[in-house]
C-alpha cells in the first residue's frame, strides 16, 4: 500500500504510491549517490521478494 499521508516522504516504502512496478523520484540535481532515496530502494527490493515467491510458487504448482 502507498505511504500517502502528510507525514510520509522519500524514505518510505511506496511514497510515489506505484502500483504497477517499482517507481523512483529523483530530484533533477541530485547525484548518483543522493537518489534513489532508501525509499525507493526499499520498495524495489520488496518488489523483488514478491516477484520471487510467486516464481516458486508457480514452479511449484
Not at 31 to 48: F, I, M, Q
Request: glycine fraction near 10%.
Amino acid at each position: 500500500m502507498p505511504s500517502n499521508k502528510k507525514e510520509h516522504g522519500p524514505e518510505d516504502i511506496n511514497w510515489t504510491a506505484g502500483s504497477a512496478g517499482a517507481l523512483a523520484i529523483s530530484p533533477s540535481d541530485a547525484s548518483v549517490d543522493e537518489a534513489p532515496r532508501s525509499g525507493d530502494l526499499k520498495t524495489a527490493e520488496l518488489l523483488g521478494q514478491r516477484v520471487a515467491q510467486l516464481a516458486q510458487w508457480r514452479k511449484g504448482r
